[in-house]
T-cell receptor
Framework: SQKIEQNSEALNIQEGKTATLTCNYTNYSPAYLQWYRQDPGRGPVFLLL?????KEKRKERLKVTFDTTLKQSLFHITASQPADSATYLCALISGNTPLVFGKGTRLSVIA | GAVVSQHPSRVICKSGTSVKIECRSL??????MFWYRQFPKQSLMLMAT?????????EQGVEKDKFLINHASLTLSTLTVTSAHPEDSSFYICSARDFTSGDGEQFFGPGTRLTVL
């Protein structure tokens, strides 16, 4: 069956450290992956999109990698801050399917 | 990034009434919009895909007669929850893909919190 999994439901890290979130997928051939941030009671906010032929993409303190052999994407936040605390969602598009979401990882950055 | 707006942000209604939620793409045209539903501490569940000028495509288990979708223009889709009941209380979020400036990144509205009494 097709699955998209974000390994950790919750992740706590110390301020200033790098947060690394994992997204694995099974039985998909995604054209690309998107990462979103969602705060309680709000809609998801688009962060980054990475295509299947891209290994890495960066935006300010954010970095996303995409390994189609491992069927995995990693999302990094460097120099994390308490304001980065939120739920982070990975989502993929495969063929003509609508965006499919993982369940999210709730990140807490502790001062 | 592109902007998607939703209105209202919050609505409380009595059981049996109908509620309409509007979704607009503000700075791009969207031939396709998506409606999601999210329960507390759960991920987004796709309800339906709204296609401009044609019928919506509903996901399995979503009642099309209960959740009426109209995509009348390239910038507006509406979701009407008909004869709402307390179990319809949820967070409804619309979304659209912007192909004009990138790879079709999907942007989301801020969501509508529906509470049915």
């Amino acid at each position: 069956s097709q699955k998209i999994e974000q390994n950790s439901e919750a992740l706590n890290i110390q301020e200033g450290k790098t947060a690394t979130l994992t997204c694995n997928y099974t039985n998909y051939s995604p054209a690309y992956l998107q990462w979103y941030r969602q705060d309680p009671g709000r809609g998801p906010v688009f962060l980054l999109l990475i295509r299947e032929n891209e290994k890495e993409k960066r935006k300010e303190r954010l970095k996303v990698t995409f390994d189609t052999t491992l069927k995995q994407s990693l999302f990094h936040i460097t120099a994390s801050q308490p304001a980065d605390s939120a739920t982070y969602l990975c989502a993929l598009i495969s063929g003509n399917t609508p965006l499919v979401f993982g369940k999210g990882t709730r990140l807490s950055v502790i001062a | 990034g592109a902007v998607v707006s939703q209105h209202p942000s919050r609505v409380i209604c009595k059981s049996g009434t109908s509620v309409k939620i509007e979704c607009r793409s503000l700075d791009f045209q969207a031939t396709t919009m998506f409606w999601y539903r999210q329960f507390p501490k759960q991920s987004l569940m796709l309800m339906a895909t709204s296609n401009e000028g044609s019928k919506a495509t509903y996901e399995q288990g979503v009642e099309k007669d209960k959740f009426l979708i109209n995509h009348a223009s390239l910038t507006l889709s509406t979701l009407t929850v008909t004869s709402a009941h307390p179990e319809d209380s949820s967070f409804y979020i619309c979304s659209a893909r912007d192909f004009t400036s990138g790879d079709g990144e999907q942007f989301f509205g801020p969501g509508t919190r529906l509470t049915v009494l």
